[in-house]
């Protein structure tokens, strides 16, 4: 048996899911407002997770500050935070189930190799991965006996287009083999990916439906497929159009946007923020409510599909 998913009674079930590889920003506080209102505003719960599994790029010291920034803004959640990289006895449990149902395979490919034999994706620099160990391995430990190298796991993509139901985006068709082929659940250095991760988390903690910005839209492909594979249930998906600046572009910890601690270190009243993300999706509630008094009559079908840009007039009246 793989995952299972805990008690799904409850009408709605969401997650506030940060990363702690930089600062969150603005547009992080406008998709978490926005599904915690979306649970919130029909009795359900909300369950709050940090995604560090990313060895290379998360930092420890980041954790209480994307939990400290959550709550500034007035959003709690129920129950302990699950911060992912405490427990990977799911994850493992997950990556052998698929190994005996033959979903996925040991692969001894390293970057360098795939690069030379692959375009990127276009959309985002990917590489496609053109399946050459599948079948040539009966199991990591073959793999390493024949290779001297330790192994991936990857999940075997079988073509042809997949259809995501998106509450917000509507029906959006992906063909995960010709975009990005056998995908990594497991690298080589035994880090989960990623997409399996969230996959496992979702099961446990019983989310029904994920709140979060169209530029994972692509990912709830992949996701779909693993909940298939793994005999897990796929939650509603609802993808929005994400922040941007006065020129269009998306904000970016990358980039150094301005961080929601810094704002708190400022002094700045969060209800003003508050207040940006209320005007964002439509609603006017006064010049500084607090995310609470947002909750009546709240509809995430109404959100306006078009990005929701941030002027240096908006940035003006954040920042003192």
């Known amino acids: 048996?793989?995952?299972?998913?805990?008690?799904?009674?409850?009408?709605?079930?969401?997650?506030?899911?940060?990363?702690?590889?930089?600062?969150?920003?603005?547009?992080?506080?406008?998709?978490?407002?926005?599904?915690?209102?979306?649970?919130?505003?029909?009795?359900?719960?909300?369950?709050a997770r940090i995604e560090d599994l990313d060895r290379e790029r998360c930092k420890a010291a980041l954790v209480d500050a994307c939990l400290r920034d959550i709550a500034w803004l007035g959003l709690d959640w129920d129950g302990e935070p699950r911060?992912?990289?405490?427990?990977l006895e799911p994850y493992e449990r997950a990556c052998n189930e698929l190994l005996a149902r033959g979903h996925a395979y040991a692969c001894t490919c390293t970057r360098a190799e795939i690069a030379a034999l692959s375009a990127p994706h276009a959309d985002d620099g990917e590489q496609r991965y053109l399946g050459t160990c599948r079948g040539r391995f009966a199991s990591p430990d073959a793999a390493?006996?024949?290779?001297?190298?330790?192994?991936?796991?990857?999940?075997?993509?079988?073509?042809?287009?997949l259809v995501v139901h998106d509450e917000l985006c509507g029906e959006c068709s992906f063909d995960v083999a010709a975009e990005v082929g056998d995908f990594l659940i497991r690298r080589r250095d035994r880090a989960i990916a990623y997409q399996l991760a969230v996959v496992v988390d979702d099961a446990l903690d019983g989310v029904t439906d994920v709140v979060r910005g169209d530029d994972l839209l692509p990912s709830a492909a992949r996701q779909i497929l693993l909940q298939r594979a793994l005999g897990l249930p796929t939650p509603r998906y609802w993808h929005l159009p994400l922040v941007t600046d006065e020129h269009g572009a998306r904000l970016s910890k990358r980039r150094g946007d301005i961080g929601?601690?810094?704002?708190?270190?400022?002094?700045?009243?969060?209800?003003?923020?508050?207040?940006?993300?209320?005007?964002?999706?439509?609603?006017?509630?006064?010049?500084?409510?607090?995310?609470?008094?947002?909750?009546?009559?709240?509809?995430?079908?109404?959100?306006?599909?078009?990005?929701?840009?941030?002027?240096?007039?908006?940035?003006?009246?954040l920042v003192p």
């Open 144 to 161: 390493r006996a024949s290779t001297g190298r330790d192994s991936g796991l990857r999940l075997a993509v079988h073509p042809g287009p």
């Open 83 to 87: 911060v992912q990289s405490r427990s």
């Open 1 to 47: 048996m793989g995952p299972q998913a805990s008690d799904r009674t409850c009408p709605v079930v969401t997650r506030l899911a940060p990363s702690p590889t930089g600062l969150l920003h603005l547009g992080h506080a406008r998709s978490f407002a926005l599904a915690w209102l979306h649970a919130r505003s029909r009795g359900g719960r909300v369950v």
């Open 260 to 317: 929601l601690s810094q704002l708190r270190e400022r002094g700045v009243d969060p209800r003003t923020v508050v207040a940006w993300i209320a005007r964002s999706a439509g609603l006017e509630r006064g010049p500084r409510p607090a995310a609470a008094d947002l909750l009546a009559g709240f509809d995430l079908r109404a959100l306006p599909r078009a990005p929701a840009a941030l002027s240096s007039a908006d940035l003006a009246a």
